[in-house]
């Protein structure tokens, strides 16, 4: 059964750093598309961050957001720095079958999400 574990939210102060965390377990994803998206109060989940043979952000976290992964621990991951108030959101992490990809309906495999807070 595949897992997708996320870990390394928080609350912290404008202007602070986080590094998030995603462990796969199931299977291997090395040769697949994984991705960031976070859903903030009352607004739609939207993309943050993906990487595979490529690596794409969205407009909003370009600068301040680091994706990364490492296939021998098959753990993703998302540095954050620079964080905002607007960054507050539920970050999930997701995977999928194929190659990369920024859609939110292209992938298959879902984490529970983490909270992450951003106080002003």
């Known amino acids: 059964q595949v897992q997708l574990v996320e870990s390394g939210g928080g609350l912290v102060q404008a202007g602070d750093s986080l590094r998030l965390s995603c462990a796969a377990s199931g299977r291997s994803f090395s040769g697949n598309a994984m991705a960031w998206f976070r859903q903030a109060p009352g607004r739609d989940r939207e993309f943050v961050a993906a990487?595979?043979?490529?690596?794409d952000y969205a407009d909003s976290v370009k600068g301040r957001f680091t994706i990364s992964r490492d296939n021998a621990k098959h753990t993703m991951y998302l540095q954050m720095i620079s964080l905002k108030p607007d960054d507050t959101a539920v970050y999930y992490c997701?995977?999928?079958?194929?190659?990369?990809?920024?859609?939110?309906?292209?992938?298959?495999?879902w984490g529970q999400g983490t909270q992450v807070t951003v106080s002003s």
């Open positions: 997701a995977a999928r079958n194929g190659g990369f990809a920024t859609a939110e309906i292209l992938y298959d495999y």
């Open positions: 990487i595979n043979w490529k690596i």
